[in-house]
Nanobody, 115 residues
Framework: QLQLVESGGGLVQAGGSLRLSCAAS????????MAWYRQAPGMGRELVAM???????NFADSVKGRFTISRDNAKNTMYLRMNSLKPEDTAVYYC?????????WGQGTQVTVSS
C-alpha cells in the first residue's frame, strides 16, 4: 500500500517561495502519475500540477510560470516549488498518486500566504 507524506508547508509573505515535498513509502513513485492538488476553505479540491511517469507536466492556469513540479525517483519523492506566492494560493496542499484504478492521497500540508 503506497503511503504519501507531505511536508514543507507554512506561512509566507506574498511574493515569497516555498517548496513542498511528498515522500512515498510502500511503493515506487516512478510507476505512478503524480500530482499536487489544493483545497482552500469553503472550496473544492483543485488540480495544481501533474507529472506523468514519462515526465510530462501540466499546470493549472493560475500557477503557470510560478510553480514547478518535479520528481526524484532515487529519493522516491515529488516536489512542488512555488514562487511568487499570492494570498489566493492559501490552501491545504495534497499529494496524489495514480496507477491504473489505484489512487492515493497524502494527509495534506497547509500553505498560508499573507498579504
Amino acid at each position: 500500500q503506497l503511503q504519501l507524506v507531505e511536508s514543507g508547508g507554512g506561512l509566507v509573505q506574498a511574493g515569497g517561495s516555498l517548496r513542498l515535498s511528498c515522500a512515498a513509502s510502500g511503493g515506487t513513485l516512478s510507476q505512478y502519475t503524480m500530482a499536487w492538488y489544493r483545497q482552500a476553505p469553503g472550496m473544492g479540491r483543485e488540480l495544481v500540477a501533474m507529472v506523468t511517469r514519462g515526465g510530462t507536466t501540466n499546470f493549472a492556469d493560475s500557477v503557470k510560470g510560478r510553480f514547478t513540479i518535479s520528481r526524484d525517483n532515487a529519493k522516491n519523492t515529488m516536489y512542488l516549488r512555488m514562487n511568487s506566492l499570492k494570498p489566493e494560493d492559501t490552501a491545504v496542499y495534497y499529494c496524489y498518486a495514480n496507477w491504473g484504478r489505484s489512487n492515493y492521497w497524502g494527509q495534506g500540508t497547509q500553505v498560508t500566504v499573507s498579504s
